[in-house]
């Protein structure tokens, strides 16, 4: 996986990967839009080499993807949220999608995907 950028603070979406979200695995995430606020947990950081345009600049990043998971009672909601990490840094205009829980504990899951 990639390495994290010291200062993920002030880089743009675009600049992103996925070792700026490495070090906040299990930390506190608020999701808000407009009036509503979630609050996540970031429960994993998958990278994506398949997600990779064939054509694609193999210098450009690594395409990847965020799981958040909340509590199962949360709103069940689709759009763009402004992230905040862990009172570290923050992600305004990120597209979040709920995903379907397959797994035993009853949560809200939120993925992320960065290609």
Known sequence: MSTANPDPKNAPIADLSSGHFLPYLGQTCLLESGAVTISTVLARVDEKPGARSPSGDRDS??????LLKGDADCPYLDGVFTMRIAQAFEVPGIYLSRVLNAGPQPAALFQAVFN
């Open 61 to 66: 990043r690594m395409p990847f993807a965020l």
